[in-house]
Structures are given as C-alpha cells and as structure tokens.
C-alpha cells in the first residue's frame, strides 16, 4: 500500500517535472521565435532604407527640394547683384545723397556748367528763373559738400545753394568762400523757385525727365577739356556780359526778411 503511494507521488512529481520541462521549452521557444522576428525586422528595415536611397522617386524629391534651396540662393545672389540694390540701401541708411542740388544765381546754366568742369565736378546744369540748377552725379558720403565747397572756392562772394535729401531728410544751406555760412529752410528758400527744384529734391522728377518739360540740360562734360571752360568764361568776359541772373535767388525769410 505504502509502495503504491510511492509510486503515485513520484508519478506525480514526474509528471509535474515534465510539465515544468515543456513550459522551459516553450519558453525557449518563444525566445527563439523573438529573436527570429527581430532578425526578420531588422533585415526588412534595412532592405525599406535601401530602397528609399535608391528609389527615383525619392531622389526626386531630395532633388526638388535641392533645387528649391539652390533658387533661394539664386533669388538672394541676384538681389545682391542688382546694380540699384546697393545706392538704395545706402540712401535709406543715409550713407549716400538719394539727391543734391547746387544752386547758383547766373544768367545762363553754360557758366556753371563750365565752373563744374574746371572743378572737376560732375553735373547737369538746366535754368530756371532765379538762376542755375546743378544736379549733382556724385552723392556718395560728403560728394555734394565737396563739390559745392570747390566751386565757391572759385567764385569768391557769390552765394550758392547746396539742397541734399539723405534718407528722405532735405537740407538747404548757404556756401560762401569755400564755406558753409547758413542753414536754411528749405520750403521757404523753394517757394521762391520754379517747382520743378523741390519736385526733383523729393523724388517726384527725375533728371531724365527734365527735357521732356522743356528745359535745356547742359552736362560739364559737354566742355571737352578745362581749357575749353576756361575759354568760354574768358569770352564772356571779353563780351562784358552780365553772368548773373536778373531775378537771382534770394536766402531770406519774405514774412519777416531774415535769414532762416
């Protein structure tokens, strides 16, 4: 009896043992089975990655988006190399003159104009009732204070009028001698004037636009040579022909007649 007992339990146990055999294999099994999967993953992971590097279609769109980074540079490249780009970005930081005039009370724009050759200042020169206007071709840094300063060198005890408009501002002042003297007030000084100088100083003319409104532009380049200005200065001279203007500019303040 005690023997069939025995037998029982270790059948028991055997079977019990088994159980626990089968559930170790399983386990192993499936850590296998994991295993295998992973593997399988991995290696169908790299093959999608392969394909996508070889894929036309996605080499396309890499492409398409190479191109599209290579057009904003292009668009960027081609703004820094407008001719305009940079005198406009200087005018707006005030680095250089959007526009500037030299005004000057003589009776034809030829004098001026052959003053500006004989100063090496480039210009275009046009008559208005009240004398002469220059318009200035060099308006970097301080062109314009240059230029009007050597042309009062020359032509001591006459006044002229430097207008320069730098970043939208207009100035107007007064040179004498190779000196700046007075600081005006533009709208007051341009009342006295044709209209056609405070449309050029604000940017509402253009100086290629000055024929076409009937005046006659004269270049100090036209004087081939200084010594062509300077004969042209001796003549009138020689003619005793009166160099300014009858109606000349006038520096004052008419409402109360001071100086601004």
Known sequence: ?????????????SRAHGADAL????????????????????????????????????ASVASDADSADSASADGFSDLSLDPHFDDELAGILGQKAKVALILAPFAQPQILAALARMADVEMSVFFIRTGCVGVLHDLDGQGPEDAVRALSEMMTDVPFLLSVNRADKVSLTRWENGAEVEQLTPPLIF???????????????????LSQAGYDVVEASSFETVEAAMSYLAGMMRANRNPFADDGFDSSDDSDGEAV
């Open 191 to 209: 009342v006295n004037m044709d209209d056609v100088v405070e449309d050029l100083m604000i940017g509402f003319t253009a100086l290629g636009e």
């Open 1 to 13: 009896m005690a023997d069939d007992e025995r037998k029982n339990a270790d059948g028991a146990d």
């Open 23 to 58: 559930s170790d294999a399983q386990v192993n099994a499936a850590f296998a089975d994991l295993e295998k999967q992973f593997s399988s993953d991995f290696e169908d992971s790299l093959s999608a990655l392969d394909d996508n590097l070889t894929d036309p279609g996605a």
